[in-house]
Every structure is written in structure tokens, then in C-alpha cells.
């Protein structure tokens, strides 16, 4: 990590490129130079004997007549040279590069891509590129990047930065390891996959980029594991078996029997003297929710006070009214809501009456793991869409109190083995069966002009008293030029198409979360009959009479995150539908088409875009990989596994490292 430059550091960085990498999630060095390309784009010289006319031609050479500048009207301008290429003398048109001139000299060595024109042997060119090809093929990045930053810049910043910083950019791998495995050292890898010579160098350095993050990955996860063997576990508890039947015969449903055997499997844990550490993995929709509810319940029963912690404050929200529904008979139990929006006031009460014990069980965001929150005797923490957050919270948690068991849920749905290795500090309980009141969610694409389809779909549930939730990328439209939907726009057309008889409203991040409530409690109250949102909705959310989801702009989501989207309806009984809108990018939807299942989802994201969403979107914890990809690079993951188990073991190892390694744990 660089510490004390800033990325406004770097030459040419100024105010409004910054804005525009902080857009892209580029905040600081750190993260600049290792915003890897997403692909690489080959450049193969061709030959002017060989290439038809009108095809698309790449050929270098040198310059050999100074180009003739031309400038129209409207600030157009062309000029016109000849080069000197391995296969012949050609002549150079391009529009709009007046400002290349000054580089264009007689004997300047160029790339030029563009169309051939063979009758008048000249090509029109699209681009020029400073250099010739090296061994026939030129390798160049391409970037994900945003408009008003082209991925060209990116890479001139990246390698600003790489030229004024690299050497102060942290190794992570210890030197036993580089030597062993003959790695290059950081900055030269950092230099070699911005700017590759050869496809072999690209894939050497690539490894050994996967290597150190797979690395300092697993070296936290082991560290974990080790805090665990190390303590001691003070809770004591018996676990009454009729009280356990009595809850769950309060149970409006029958639980499948995955969810019986995971009660089953929580149940020995808190009886026994060893500390849960527990991670439940079930797709979304599985019924998770309950299963954590009975453990809090059990954990109350035999003497201590609970909590479960969930990522947002609607989900929080949902979580503690439907706990309170479900305990309307069990008037002992005492049940509140903390998340940051919490009135100051009442938080004080609520510290305190949870220092006291008051309190029997306590939901809430990570407001609940803050530092100036303390428990009278916490036995069981329950985290729910554990994915979302980091290890670093993992960590704290487990150092809450009097070291309480530990459940994480996930939706997640990741392999047993990938699941033991890189939850290695957990043990891992599965739900896979789904509640059998389930029907398949058809699943539908449709083009931006087929719209009109689409609000007759929208009308038939409707007529049937159906909800319908509609996903855009964007709050408000970002600029004129931006095409992509937003939550403000929709508003207006789906009234104009609906709202002389269904309500409308809408709910995103930036609401103030008060206000996120109010429409959340209507929606689910059925006073509001189509919900427009960002992704807010993504995580956990369930309103069983909402049987429609229309998500515009799809192809921008990773089809993890439009899984849990579609989980969001058929969560009932009644038949449900999920419609795609995107005029691009149909052969990875179609995969939405014909799968249901999330961990198959997450595997074809991962084949599809290389890293995929696995563990949900950006902000989702640390489990994002930025070069690495647990299910491809899983012999590497398991060297680094046995390689950060050793280094950590080993007394004599790199000590600054390992402490460098332990903090960002607990800084995240
Ligand atoms: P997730 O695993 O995605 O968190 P939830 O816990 O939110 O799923 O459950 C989804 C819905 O299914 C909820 O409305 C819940 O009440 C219901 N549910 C859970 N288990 C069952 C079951 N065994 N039978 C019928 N409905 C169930
Ligand atoms: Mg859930």
C-alpha cells in the first residue's frame, strides 16, 4: 500500500479526472496501478499483398513524407502521408488528428489501423499508434473505464503512476517465496501487465499477481482459523429440546429438511463447548431467514442475548418486524432495531438497555459491532449476506464481548471444496433444497422496443393484485448523453402508463433511510403496487406478493447480481416472472433464461467475464478479486493456502509482513 501519495499526486491528474476515477472506483495508487486490464488487444501485422480491399488493415512502418494537414470547415481536419511498411509503400489518410503533426515526423516508426482502400492503395485510418510491432504482434490493454476517460488515458496515468510511485508499491509475497518461485518483483510485474511485450511475460507476471493476492487472501483466513484454535470458549449452555419443537411448530410453513438439518447442526454447536463458527450457505430464497430466528431464539432460552446483523437498514428493518411478528406469543422476549439511522436518543437507551441485558435480541446493521456498543452477555451473533461484508468484520466480530458463537449466512452458493478453503475458519452448513411451495421464475428478454410487451405483462399481474419491482441502473440521469435508465425517468413513464390505478414509487441508497422505511412498509402493506429502485433491493428483501421484477439495462448487472435480483420475486406461491430489458449482451442473459440455480450462475460469470460477480457487486466486502478467480486459479489458491499457513507458523518469518498482513485485517 502507498501510503502517503495521493492519486492526485500522479502527473496529470487533475480535479476532474479525478472525479471521474473515483466513478470507476480507482481512489487511491494503490488501487490505480492495479486496475488490470480486462483484456488485451492483439495487433497482428497484416500484409498489403494479402488484405481485400475494404478490409480492416494493422500494419506499421515509417513515415517517409511529412503529412499534408487539411482543415475543413467546423474544426474538421485530415492529413495525408506515405509509409514505408515491411509489404510495400502506402498512403496514410485520417480525419481529426491535427494534433498528432508535431509527432509525425519522416522516419517516425507507426502503427496504423484502418480500412485499406486497394485500388487507391491508402488507408483510412482510425487510429495511429506511437511504435512499430514488435515480433509481428503488438499486445495492447483495454481498461473498463466510464465516458470522458478513454481507456488510453487510463493507461497513461497507470503508468504515470507506476513510473513516479512504483518502487514505494508493497510486495506482499515474503522473499522465501519470490525466490522460490522465481517471481519478478511487484513493480516490474505491475509494469508488465499494464504494458505486455509477449503473451508469455503477461501470463508469468499474471500468475504471480494472482499469486500475492490469493496470498495475502489466505493468509488472513488462516489467521482467523488461528485466533479460533487459540481461544478459549466460555459459554455454557444446555439446549432444551421441547422448547426447540415448541418453536418450530409455531411456524406458519412446514421447514424443508435441509433447514431442519442445519437447525440441527446449529444446535449441536451452541451445546457444545466448542465456539460456532458457523457459515450457512443457501441460494436465495432457500429460507435462511428462519432458521437463524430459531437459533436466536434458543440461544435466548438457554441464557444469553443474540444478535443478527444484516448489510442494509431495509433488510435490517425486515428482519425486526418479521422477528417481532414471529414472537408476538413469547411476550419475555425483548427485540430492538439499531442501525445508524437510529434518533441519538433512542440509540442511548438502546446501549444502555443492552449493556443491562434488557434487551434479549438485537437487530441491526453493522451499527451493532460499533465500538461504543457493549453487551451484557452476548452468546450468539448471526450476519446475514455474510458476502457483503469483509473479513475485517469477521474479525471484530468474533472480538465482540464474551466471544459469542458465530453464524454467517450467505447466498452465495459456492462448492463445498472452494467454500472449506476459502471460509477455512468456518465450518460450512448447506441448504439446498428450496421450499417446495416454489414455482421456476420464467424468465424473459426483451429488446428496449418491445417495451410495449412489457407493460402488458406489467398489467396482467397488476390486474391480478400483483407487486411488480423495477430495477434501473441510475437514480437520475447522469447527463444527456448517458442512455443508460434511471430510477427518476421511470418514475415518470411508468406513470403515465400506470398510475391513473396503481401506485408508484420509488426507493434508492441516497434516500434518507427513515424515508427508505415508510416506502418499504408500504410496499409490503400492498399501498404501493410498482416500487422503482436501484440495486438497493439486491440483498434479502421479501414481499411474497410481489411477482414481477423488470430490470432495465440488465446487460450493465453481473449475472450473480441479477440472480439475487430475480430472487426478489417467487417468494410465494404464486407463479412469477423476471424480464430482462437490454439491446446488448443477450448471449450472457440467455443464461438467466434457462438457469435458476446460483452457483451455476456464478460459474458461467466467471467463465463469461473472467472474474464474474461471485460475491455480489463492488462494495461487496474483500472477497472481490481483482486479478484472481478462485475457481480458475484454484491450484494457485491452494499453494498460497499452504504457503500463508507455513509463513504465518514460521517464527523466523518476515515479522514487519506479518504485522503489515494482521493490521489490514482488522482495517479491512
Ligand atoms: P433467503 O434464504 O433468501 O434469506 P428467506 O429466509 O427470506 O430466504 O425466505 C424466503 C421466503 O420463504 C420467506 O417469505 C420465508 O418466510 C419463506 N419460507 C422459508 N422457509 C419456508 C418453507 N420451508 N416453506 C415455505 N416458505 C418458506
Ligand atoms: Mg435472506
Same mark, same amino acid.
Given at each position: 500500500?502507498?501510503?502517503?501519495?495521493?492519486?492526485?499526486?500522479?502527473?496529470?491528474?487533475?480535479?476532474?479526472?479525478?472525479?471521474?476515477?473515483? +466513478?470507476?472506483?480507482? @481512489?487511491?495508487?494503490?488501487?490505480?496501478?492495479?486496475?488490470?486490464?480486462?483484456?488485451?488487444?492483439?495487433?497482428?501485422?497484416?500484409?498489403?499483398?494479402?488484405?481485400?480491399? &475494404?478490409?480492416?488493415?494493422?500494419?506499421? &512502418?515509417?513515415?517517409?513524407?511529412?503529412?499534408?494537414?487539411?482543415?475543413?470547415?467546423?474544426?474538421?481536419?485530415?492529413?495525408?502521408?506515405?509509409?514505408?511498411?515491411?509489404?510495400?509503400?502506402?498512403?496514410?489518410?485520417?480525419?481529426?488528428?491535427?494534433?498528432?503533426?508535431? /509527432?509525425?515526423?519522416?522516419?517516425?516508426?507507426?502503427?496504423? =489501423?484502418?480500412?485499406?482502400?486497394?485500388?487507391?492503395?491508402?488507408?483510412?485510418?482510425?487510429?495511429?499508434?506511437?511504435?512499430?510491432?514488435?515480433?509481428?504482434?503488438?499486445?495492447?490493454?483495454?481498461?473498463?473505464?466510464?465516458?470522458?476517460?478513454?481507456?488510453?488515458?487510463?493507461?497513461?496515468?497507470?503508468?504515470?503512476?507506476?513510473?513516479?510511485?512504483?518502487?514505494?508499491?508493497?510486495?506482499?509475497i515474503p522473499e522465501e517465496y519470490r525466490?522460490?518461485?522465481?517471481?519478478?518483483?511487484?513493480?516490474?510485474?505491475?509494469?508488465?501487465?499494464?504494458?505486455?511485450?509477449?503473451?508469455?511475460?503477461?501470463?508469468?507476471?499474471?500468475?504471480?499477481?494472482?499469486?500475492?493476492?490469493?496470498?495475502?487472501?489466505?493468509?488472513?483466513?488462516?489467521?482467523?482459523?488461528?485466533?479460533?484454535?487459540?481461544?478459549?470458549?466460555?459459554?455454557?449452555?444446555?439446549?432444551?429440546?421441547?422448547?426447540?419443537?415448541?418453536?418450530?411448530?409455531?411456524?406458519?410453513?412446514?421447514?424443508?429438511?435441509?433447514?431442519?438439518?442445519?437447525?440441527?447442526?446449529?444446535?449441536?454447536?451452541?451445546?457444545?463447548?466448542?465456539?460456532?463458527?458457523?457459515?450457512?450457505? &443457501?441460494?436465495?430464497?432457500?429460507?435462511?431467514?428462519?432458521?437463524?430466528?430459531?437459533?436466536?431464539?434458543?440461544?435466548?432460552?438457554?441464557?444469553?442475548?443474540?444478535?443478527?446483523?444484516?448489510?442494509?437498514?431495509?433488510?435490517?428493518?425486515?428482519?425486526? #418486524?418479521?422477528?417481532?411478528?414471529?414472537?408476538?406469543?413469547?411476550?419475555?422476549?425483548?427485540?430492538?432495531?439499531?442501525?445508524?439511522?437510529?434518533?441519538?436518543?433512542? +440509540?442511548?437507551?438502546?446501549?444502555?438497555?443492552l449493556e443491562e441485558g434488557k434487551i434479549?435480541?438485537?437487530?441491526?446493521?453493522?451499527?451493532?459491532?460499533?465500538?461504543?456498543?457493549?453487551?451484557?452477555?452476548?452468546?450468539?451473533?448471526?450476519?446475514?449476506?455474510?458476502?457483503?461484508?469483509?473479513?475485517?468484520?469477521?474479525?471484530?466480530?468474533?472480538?465482540?464481548?464474551?466471544?459469542?458463537?458465530?453464524?454467517?449466512?450467505?447466498?452465495?452458493?459456492?462448492?463445498?471444496?472452494?467454500?472449506?478453503?476459502?471460509?477455512? %475458519?468456518?465450518?460450512?452448513?448447506?441448504?439446498?433444497?428450496?421450499? @417446495?411451495?416454489?414455482?421456476?421464475?420464467?424468465? =424473459?428478454?426483451?429488446? @428496449?422496443?418491445?417495451?410495449?410487451d412489457v407493460l402488458n405483462m406489467m398489467?396482467?399481474?397488476?390486474?391480478? !393484485?400483483?407487486?411488480?419491482?423495477?430495477?434501473?441502473?441510475?437514480?437520475?440521469?447522469?447527463?444527456?448523453?448517458?442512455?443508460?435508465?434511471?430510477?427518476? /425517468?421511470?418514475?415518470?413513464?411508468?406513470?403515465?402508463?400506470?398510475?391513473?390505478?396503481? +401506485?408508484?414509487?420509488?426507493? !434508492? &441508497?441516497?434516500?434518507?433511510?427513515?424515508?427508505?422505511?415508510? =416506502?418499504?412498509?408500504?410496499?409490503? @402493506?400492498?399501498?404501493?403496487?410498482?416500487?422503482?429502485?436501484?440495486?438497493?433491493?439486491?440483498?434479502?428483501?421479501?414481499?411474497? #406478493?410481489?411477482?414481477?421484477?423488470?430490470?432495465?439495462?440488465?446487460?450493465?448487472?453481473?449475472?450473480?447480481?441479477? !440472480?439475487?435480483?430475480?430472487?426478489?420475486?417467487?417468494?410465494?406461491?404464486?407463479?412469477?416472472?423476471?424480464?430482462?430489458?437490454?439491446?446488448?449482451?443477450?448471449?450472457?442473459?440467455?443464461?438467466?433464461?434457462?438457469? %435458476?440455480?446460483?452457483?451455476?450462475?456464478?460459474?458461467?460469470?466467471?467463465?463469461?467475464?473472467? !472474474?464474474?460477480?461471485?460475491?455480489?457487486?463492488?462494495?461487496?466486502?474483500?472477497?472481490?478479486?481483482?486479478?484472481?478467480?478462485?475457481?480458475?486459479?484454484? +491450484?494457485?489458491?491452494? /499453494?498460497?493456502?499452504?504457503?500463508?499457513?507455513?509463513?504465518?507458523?514460521?517464527?523466523?518469518?518476515?515479522?514487519?509482513?506479518?504485522?503489515?498482513? =494482521?493490521?489490514?485485517?482488522?482495517?479491512?
Amino acid at each position: 500500500m502507498i501510503s502517503v501519495a495521493l492519486l492526485k499526486d500522479v502527473r496529470g491528474v487533475g480535479p476532474k479526472s479525478l472525479t471521474l476515477l473515483n +466513478k470507476i472506483g480507482i @481512489n487511491t495508487i494503490d488501487d490505480l496501478v492495479t486496475h488490470y486490464p480486462f483484456r488485451y488487444e492483439l495487433l497482428e501485422r497484416c500484409n498489403l499483398l494479402t488484405t481485400k480491399d &475494404g478490409d480492416k488493415i494493422v500494419i506499421d &512502418g515509417r513515415i517517409e513524407s511529412v503529412p499534408l494537414l487539411m482543415r475543413f470547415k467546423a474544426g474538421l481536419n485530415k492529413m495525408n502521408f506515405r509509409l514505408v511498411t515491411p509489404s510495400g509503400v502506402v498512403g496514410i489518410s485520417i480525419f481529426n488528428r491535427a494534433f498528432l503533426k508535431s /509527432q509525425l515526423n519522416i522516419g517516425t516508426t507507426i502503427t496504423v =489501423i484502418g480500412k485499406y482502400d486497394k485500388t487507391k492503395n491508402v488507408i483510412t485510418a482510425n487510429e495511429i499508434k506511437m511504435g512499430g510491432l514488435s515480433d509481428k504482434t503488438r499486445i495492447e490493454p483495454v481498461y473498463h473505464s466510464t465516458s470522458g476517460l478513454t481507456s488510453k488515458t487510463l493507461s497513461s496515468y497507470i503508468n504515470m503512476a507506476l513510473l513516479e510511485f512504483g518502487n514505494d508499491i508493497e510486495d506482499y509475497i515474503p522473499e522465501e517465496y519470490r525466490v522460490k518461485y522465481n517471481f519478478l518483483n511487484k513493480k516490474t510485474s505491475l509494469n508488465v501487465i499494464h504494458n505486455p511485450s509477449t503473451m508469455d511475460k503477461l501470463k508469468e507476471v499474471t500468475i504471480r499477481l494472482k499469486y500475492e493476492e490469493l496470498f495475502n487472501f489466505m493468509f488472513k483466513i488462516n489467521y482467523l482459523k488461528y485466533l479460533k484454535k487459540k481461544e478459549e470458549h466460555g459459554l455454557e449452555r444446555v439446549i432444551d429440546r421441547s422448547k426447540v419443537d415448541e418453536i418450530i411448530s409455531k411456524i406458519p410453513f412446514q421447514l424443508t429438511n435441509d433447514q431442519l438439518k442445519v437447525i440441527d447442526e446449529i444446535l449441536k454447536d451452541l451445546g457444545s463447548k466448542g465456539r460456532m463458527n458457523r457459515l450457512l450457505q &443457501g441460494d436465495v430464497g432457500s429460507g435462511k431467514t428462519i432458521v437463524s430466528f430459531v437459533a436466536l431464539i434458543i440461544n435466548y432460552y438457554s441464557g444469553y442475548q443474540g444478535a443478527l446483523m444484516a448489510p442494509t437498514e431495509i433488510l435490517a428493518t425486515q428482519h425486526y #418486524n418479521n422477528l417481532v411478528k414471529f414472537l408476538k406469543d413469547y411476550k419475555d422476549i425483548k427485540v430492538a432495531l439499531l442501525t445508524g439511522s437510529t434518533p441519538k436518543k433512542d +440509540k442511548t437507551k438502546i446501549y444502555k438497555e443492552l449493556e443491562e441485558g434488557k434487551i434479549n435480541i438485537i437487530i441491526g446493521t453493522h451499527a451493532l459491532i460499533q465500538d461504543d456498543v457493549s453487551y451484557n452477555n452476548l452468546g450468539l451473533v448471526v450476519t446475514d449476506e455474510q458476502h457483503r461484508f469483509g473479513v475485517h468484520q469477521r474479525a471484530n466480530l468474533q472480538n465482540k464481548g464474551i466471544r459469542p458463537d458465530v453464524l454467517y449466512m450467505s447466498a452465495t452458493p459456492i462448492p463445498r471444496t472452494y467454500a472449506l478453503t476459502i471460509y477455512g %475458519d468456518m465450518d460450512v452448513s448447506t441448504i439446498k433444497e428450496k421450499p @417446495n411451495n416454489r414455482q421456476k421464475i420464467e424468465t =424473459i428478454l426483451k429488446r @428496449n422496443d418491445e417495451i410495449k410487451d412489457v407493460l402488458n405483462m406489467m398489467l396482467e399481474e397488476l390486474k391480478q !393484485h400483483h407487486q411488480i419491482y423495477v430495477i434501473a441502473p441510475l437514480i437520475e440521469d447522469a447527463n444527456e448523453n448517458s442512455d443508460l435508465t434511471s430510477v427518476i /425517468q421511470l418514475k415518470e413513464d411508468m406513470s403515465l402508463a400506470f398510475g391513473e390505478y396503481y +401506485k408508484i414509487d420509488i426507493i !434508492h &441508497g441516497k434516500m434518507a433511510n427513515g424515508a427508505k422505511d415508510i =416506502i418499504m412498509d408500504k410496499f409490503k @402493506n400492498n399501498e404501493v403496487q410498482i416500487l422503482i429502485s436501484t440495486t438497493v433491493v439486491e440483498v434479502g428483501v421479501d414481499v411474497p #406478493n410481489a411477482t414481477c421484477m423488470v430490470i432495465f439495462d440488465a446487460d450493465r448487472f453481473g449475472l450473480s447480481t441479477l !440472480h439475487q435480483l430475480r430472487g426478489r420475486v417467487g417468494r410465494g406461491a404464486d407463479k412469477s416472472k423476471c424480464i430482462l430489458i437490454s439491446d446488448s449482451d443477450t448471449e450472457r442473459l440467455s443464461i438467466m433464461e434457462r438457469c %435458476d440455480d446460483g452457483f451455476e450462475i456464478s460459474e458461467e460469470d466467471f467463465k463469461l467475464r473472467g !472474474h464474474g460477480d461471485l460475491f455480489g457487486t463492488k462494495q461487496s466486502g474483500d472477497m472481490i478479486f481483482r486479478i484472481a478467480n478462485i475457481r480458475s486459479d484454484y +491450484k494457485i489458491l491452494l /499453494q498460497a493456502k499452504k504457503d500463508s499457513e507455513e509463513f504465518l507458523e514460521n517464527r523466523k518469518a518476515d515479522k514487519v509482513l506479518k504485522e503489515k498482513l =494482521i493490521n489490514s485485517i482488522e482495517k479491512g
